[in-house]
């Protein structure tokens, strides 16, 4: 009787487990074929189902499943290697089994890893051997020989944490030498438990595995398309919203991990339902959340984890137990409420020496996504130009630094605030038709001059505008070289009516520049170049797989530029500073020094000495930077405007931000030039 109902049970957790299995693989069917659809109507150059893209998307599955090329071996490979040409005919076919096989060979290592890190809490680890680790160099998928190979990789990464950490603590050879066995000793559990910690947060996600390899897949299936097209689960898909927005629910909160890998409370938004709750506090350690029956404990979690959870539909209220520094335990219940987007807003400063220049940076190109009419930077721009110009400014400095753009109507109003009418820039479509975009109110805002800063990481709506801004010779662009990013993208659900499926963020369009001229792949150069710490680091998306191509389109509506700026007599003025000049003399030696030595060099030697010494070389190689933007503070006085004093008069949360801002700009020697250079153009103005 026992061994019947013995067997009784095992064929039912089989079945069970068969049922669960089907239904995610049922999922999986209608998330490709809902994909592959949606890539043929909307995507603005989709690529044909073929063998070509079967060698690309397995390529691209297999890297997003081992980035670092820790888990796969070339055992799995020959388990692998068929479907470099079939994974074609299984999507034209309906055909989804063959993702078990990467699912459960991932699984099976992940263990088998686990399994190597416990025997290491045993072993004695040797640091006395000539043996290098690769650092730098792009590892791949299926580097790795077979099982040895893989405890030995696994062996040397330890080491090189434990190492990496030891000679961060001490600053004498000979300590680290003396001191090396005990201290050895203590971190090397330490530094174990943290890597079983992060296997266990990959193998604990929620849909586990089978999730993570069929999301892998689909994201390697749309990127083959373009770079920025991706797959999006809800939550996902909320964040990436949320960058670009300028309101949205948020318990106004932030987390970081501790060295004991526990979830801590960072930073506290002010006027937030966490700001508002006195028992919530920075620092606080986030042990559970719990939301209409949901409950995530935070033990071996990641922060990615925190964040879905806190923005889940269902999970507008939620029960955080904290502990608290003294080690009490703490219940604490907040409600999301909508939320100005701290990072998402700007502030107009003054910058004063022998002119009045208005100065204004823009994170990003946000908006109101909740309505088409909706009011975002570009209307704060506007309030800020009023009142920088209340204050009878000279000229004006946007900073687009590491601005990655967002939505592109903002772009277009804001280039319209600035020239009196004309195209903006011309939208191209999948079918080959062209629409340019117009300034759609006649005059501007400010007329007086502008100076734009841009970087390697100002990217696609910073590149519209200052494109623009360029070619109606408008504003003089300073910096580096942007990222190169002419494409446009909308968030697409793979269905209509069942939105679990989740969502695609797929390129429907390019954008060119007034003139019909593209900066896709080549970016926005500027008119006076800086030294920067990123050159030649390989960032733009030229350097990206399956990037789109740069081409020009037909001009229906040519550009008024304006006067010619005088570029030539203003680079040589920006030169001769420049000679003198050293902090970006120390920006330069340290950007040669860093792509020749971190950035080409591939190894590191796992001994003490030697570690030692590459730590204080790195020191060595970042001292004089350090030291010169420790100690620097600009020429340029940096004030707020007469309407923001009387704001922060009444704000002390604001006033602390506002005096981080303050100290940021007065030790920007970036800002400090971009002064000069439209001081000089001023000035130049006035001798015409």
Known sequence: MKKNYFLFFLLLFFY???????????????????????????????????????????????KNLDPDGSFFTQEDFLKFQEDQTKLNDYILSGDCSFIEKYSATLKKRIEQVEGILKDFKTEDLQYNKNQKFLLLAERTPFSLKNDEDLADYWNKKIRLEILTEIVEQDSILSSVQENFTNLEKKLKPKIIEKELCQLNEFLAKEGGISKFTTHAFLNAFVKYQDPNSTFF???????????????????????????????VVRYITPGSPAFKHADFEVDDIIKKLESNGDVLKTFCVSNDDIQNFTRGKNHKTITFTLKKKSGRIQKVKLTRTLQKVQENSITGFLLEKDQKIGYVKLPSFYTDLESPNGLGVANDVAKQLYKLQQENIEGLIIDLRFNGGGAMKEASDLSGMFINKGPLSILKYNTGETFTIKDANRGSLFNKPILILINHFSASASEFFAGAMQDYNRAILVGTTTHGKASAQVILPLNEVNQKLGFVKLTVEKFYRPTGKSHQGMGVTP????????????????????????????????????????????????????????????????????????????????????????F?????????????IKNYKNSVKVKNTTSTKEVLAYNPDAKEINEQSLEEINKDLYIEEAYSILTDYINLKKSY
């Not at 020009?552 to 005088?566: D, T």
């Open 16 to 62: 069970s487990n068969f049922q669960l299995f089907a239904q995610e693989n049922k999922v999986f069917c209608q998330r490709i074929e809902a994909t592959r659809a949606l890539i043929n109507t909307s995507h603005y150059e989709p690529k044909p189902v073929n063998k070509e893209l079967s060698k690309a998307v397995f390529k691209l599955f297999c």
């Open 233 to 263: 689960n809800d939550a996902e898909r909320v964040g990436f919203e949320s960058a670009i927005a300028s309101n949205q629910e948020s318990f106004g909160f932030s987390t970081d991990k501790n060295d004991e890998g526990e979830i």
């Open 527 to 614: 008119d006076i170049i800086l030294p920067s710490l990123y050159d030649n680091l390989k960032t733009a998306e030229k350097y990206q797989d399956y990037a789109l191509i740069a081409d020009e389109v037909e001009v229906s509506l040519a550009p008024r530029p304006l006067k010619k700026l005088p570029l030539a007599a203003l680079n040589t003025k920006s030169k001769q500073r420049l000679t003198n000049n050293y902090g970006f003399t120390i920006i330069k030696a340290t950007n040669k020094k860093l792509v020749k030595s971190y950035f080409e060099s591939t190894e590191e030697t796992l001994t003490p000495t030697s570690s030692f010494n590459g």
């Open 616 to 628: 204080e070389s790195y020191k060595t190689m970042w001292k004089p930077y350090g030291d010169f």
